[in-house]
Structure formats: C-alpha cells, structure tokens
C-alpha cells in the first residue's frame, strides 16, 4: 500500500495532467493511478560500522540488509521500518556476535543465514500490535530469541536443519501462535511461553525425519489451548 504522503503527491500529479479535455486521453491516466506499484527491492550491506541499517522501503517493497564481513563480530541491528518483507542475509562466519531485528510494521521476516554467522544471539522483536510471520531458511548455532509478547499473531517457520535450535519464542498476550516445519529437529530444544492470555499455540512436530522436537518444552499455563501435532519419532520428551 502507498502511504498517504504519497497519495497525496500523486493526486497533485493527477491534477497537473488533467487539464486535457479529451477524455480518452484520461483514461490511461487514471489506470496508471489506481494500477498496484510494481514490487521493488532495497539491498543493505553492513560493513561492520554502520549498524543499525534502517530500511526505508514500503509495504510492497523487499529490504534485504546483507551480513558479509569476514569475521566481524560485532553487534548488528536492522529496523525494518515498513517494508513489506525484511530479509536478513548472513554469509559470513562469525559476521556479528549479536543479530537484532526490529520487526517494526514489517509483517513477514526472513533470516537466512549459515551456521556459526552469528556467534551469540539472534533477537527479533515485534511491536505492538503487529503480526508476524518469521522464516528461518538458514542453521544458526546462536539461539534466537522471538520477543513477540505485545503482537497480535506469530506464525513460525522453519525449513532448515534445527533452524529453530534452543530457540526461545514468547507468544502474543492476548493472540496466537503457530510453528511448523519442513526439515529434521527444527524445535529441538525449543522453549515456548505463553502470553499473559494467550489465545492459541499450535506446534506442528510430524515432519518425520525423527527428533523433530526433541527436549521442546512448553509453557502453556496462561494460554487458553495448545496443540502439539506428534509424528513418528518426534521425541516429544519435554515438557508441555
């Protein structure tokens, strides 16, 4: 969507040009106008310097920040501002000790990353009021850290060997929470906690591969349901 800045600065556009008495010439026009921007994409490099990197696209754009350095541990923060999708790209061993992503108004996160690129923590947080949808496309031996207490609805996804490793996801207070898989022990040794009225939490452990949950432990005793869907050897051994 287009913010109202630039609604209003394409409306005045519109006026500049509809001075034309032939209608048919307007017509163009006025599709150009209401016709969806074309998806377009920001890249970000950090050079071990610049953190944070702040996105400035819009909902219909990608913001990708790329962590590259070699060896440059130190601590990198992304604000995804309004960006449609925030991708955050780490190729680099030991590219940063801390990974910090605020997801912002950004609704959809994606974190692809090597194992051993970030060498201490990965933390998300997600404002107030905001839903998000987090997908983990790259192994990390840091744990990651979801801190969505004040968002409306989480949905987690993992399609990386243990993507989601010793893990520690706090769900919406008051909505609902959803994690799956598509790849071997993605929660194994994941913690989640429930909100202080958390609506749902489903976990979906049937991938198949076996230990796909393997010492999950899960606290639901402010949550109104939880569903944990168990597979073949998904050595469901925690807690719940």
Known sequence: FLNASRQRRNKRMAFVHVLSTDIAALIPLILSIVSPTAVSAAQYVFDGTNSPLACTEFANETCTAECSSFNASYTAIVNCGESGQCVVDCTALNCASTLEINAQSSNDVLINNVASCIS????????????????????????????????????????????????????????????????????????VNAGSDTQAIRIDCTFGTGDECHGLQVDATTAQFLQIDVGLDSELNGGA
Request: zero cysteines; glycine letters at 10%; charged letters at 15%.
């Open 120 to 191: 201490s923590s990965i933390v998300i947080n997600v404002d107030d009021g905001q839903d998000l949808t987090l997908n983990v496309t790259g192994d990390s031996h840091a744990p990651l850290i979801l801190n969505a207490e004040n968002g409306t609805a989480i949905d987690v996804f993992s399609s990386v060997f243990r993507g989601l490793y010793d893990a520690v996801v706090y769900v919406p207070n008051t909505g609902d929470a959803t994690l799956s898989m598509s790849a071997g022990e993605s929660f194994s040794g994941l913690t």
